[in-house]
């Protein structure tokens, strides 16, 4: 791998080959999702515990102080609304050279398999690492599920990710299923895990996590499960330890409750 390649990765994935991605792209699409109307007061708090951010041009430039800023991960697809015809039907937002001027350690782009779309979002994915390879800047496959959460079961999801890997992305965000070992085993290059929406409970966040990390992902690229929780910092922190700490789900928890009870009352 050659040099700038190597070195925007590692920015990304720190030495212990793990990570902690903090995903607040979500009104590219949704809108002023909730408790992410303002994005750069929900990240401020939060932000230290990550490893890097993913999230769109308009949101960086507007909301993120470039000084001590993380490592970013730019979205660079779009073009679509919940309100729209058809989430699948996403293209490129965002030229290369705004991601280089932007100084982006990778670029993320959403890719719909089994949809109407299927073809033109992998086409637009082999064009984004084409771009991204003469310039030394990793591509982060986001395998869409859109509105059909039930899509997400390990033989979708499989042949999801390596289809992703196979057209050249460099890292792979996926969610967490039953039977995970089978995404993981079959895509050659690091899985991260999305969160999907708030769950009823934290422990169930926490034992995701824990399984896909033991069954190989490296990380999670996990948002609304983090700041939209009462207590984001806790929770930010109980899944960090998780990963770059091996914490079993119950030690998570402990943390979650301990730093809630040192913080008080939620925001
Ligand atoms: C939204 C995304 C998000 O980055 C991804 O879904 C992770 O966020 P969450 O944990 O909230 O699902 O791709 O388009």
Same mark, same amino acid.
């Given at each position: 791998?050659?040099?700038?390649?190597?070195?925007?990765?590692?920015?990304?994935?720190? %030495?212990?080959?793990?990570?902690?991605?903090?995903?607040?792209?979500?009104?590219?699409?949704?809108?002023?999702?909730?408790?992410?109307?303002?994005?750069? *007061?929900?990240?401020?708090?939060?932000?230290?515990?990550?490893? /890097?951010?993913?999230?769109?041009? /308009?949101?960086?430039?507007?909301?993120?102080?470039?000084?001590?800023? *993380?490592?970013?991960? !730019? +979205?660079?697809?779009?073009?679509?609304?919940?309100?729209?015809?058809?989430?699948?039907?996403?293209?490129?937002?965002?030229?290369?050279?705004?991601?280089?001027? !932007?100084?982006?350690?990778?670029?993320?782009? %959403?890719?719909?398999?089994?949809?109407?779309?299927?073809?033109?979002?992998?086409?637009? !994915? %082999?064009?984004? @690492?084409?771009?991204?390879?003469?310039?030394?800047?990793?591509?982060?496959?986001?395998? =869409? @599920?859109?509105?059909?959460?039930?899509?997400?079961?390990?033989?979708?999801?499989?042949?999801?990710?390596?289809?992703?890997?196979? !057209?050249?992305?460099?890292?792979?965000?996926?969610?967490?299923?039953?039977?995970?070992?089978?995404?993981?085993? /079959?895509?050659? @290059?690091?899985?991260?895990?999305?969160?999907?929406?708030?769950?009823?409970?934290?422990?169930?966040?926490?034992?995701?996590?824990?399984?896909?990390?033991?069954?190989?992902?490296?990380?999670?690229?996990?948002?609304?499960?983090?700041?939209?929780?009462?207590?984001?910092?806790?929770?930010?922190?109980?899944? +960090?330890?998780?990963?770059?700490?091996? =914490?079993?789900?119950?030690?998570?928890?402990?943390?979650?409750?301990?730093?809630?009870?040192?913080?008080?009352?939620?925001?």
């Amino acid at each position: 791998m050659e040099w700038g390649m190597a070195n925007r990765l590692a920015r990304l994935i720190p %030495s212990d080959g793990r990570c902690l991605f903090m995903p607040i792209d979500h009104g590219y699409f949704q809108g002023p999702t909730r408790m992410l109307e303002q994005p750069g *007061k929900t990240l401020e708090p939060i932000m230290p515990y990550a490893d /890097g951010v993913f999230v769109t041009r /308009g949101v960086l430039r507007s909301c993120i102080d470039p000084s001590g800023a *993380k490592p970013i991960i !730019l +979205r660079v697809s779009g073009g679509t609304s919940m309100v729209g015809a058809d989430l699948a039907n996403e293209g490129i937002t965002t030229d290369i050279d705004e991601v280089i001027r !932007l100084n982006a350690s990778a670029m993320g782009l %959403s890719v719909f398999i089994g949809t109407s779309y299927e073809k033109d979002s992998l086409l637009n !994915l %082999s064009r984004l @690492v084409n771009e991204g390879e003469k310039y030394g800047i990793p591509v982060m496959a986001v395998t =869409a @599920v859109g509105r059909e959460m039930e899509k997400r079961d390990a033989r979708y999801l499989a042949l999801a990710c390596r289809i992703t890997a196979e !057209l050249g992305a460099r890292i792979v965000k996926t969610y967490w299923c039953e039977g995970f070992e089978r995404v993981v085993k /079959g895509c050659p @290059v690091p899985v991260v895990m999305a969160g999907g929406p708030q769950t009823e409970t934290e422990m169930q966040v926490f034992q995701f996590v824990h399984d896909g990390i033991q069954k190989g992902a490296i990380g999670v690229n996990l948002g609304r499960n983090i700041w939209q929780n009462e207590h984001p910092v806790a929770m930010i922190k109980a899944i +960090r330890a998780i990963i770059h700490d091996d =914490a079993t789900p119950e030690k998570a928890q402990q943390i979650y409750d301990a730093t809630k009870k040192e913080s008080g009352k939620g925001r």
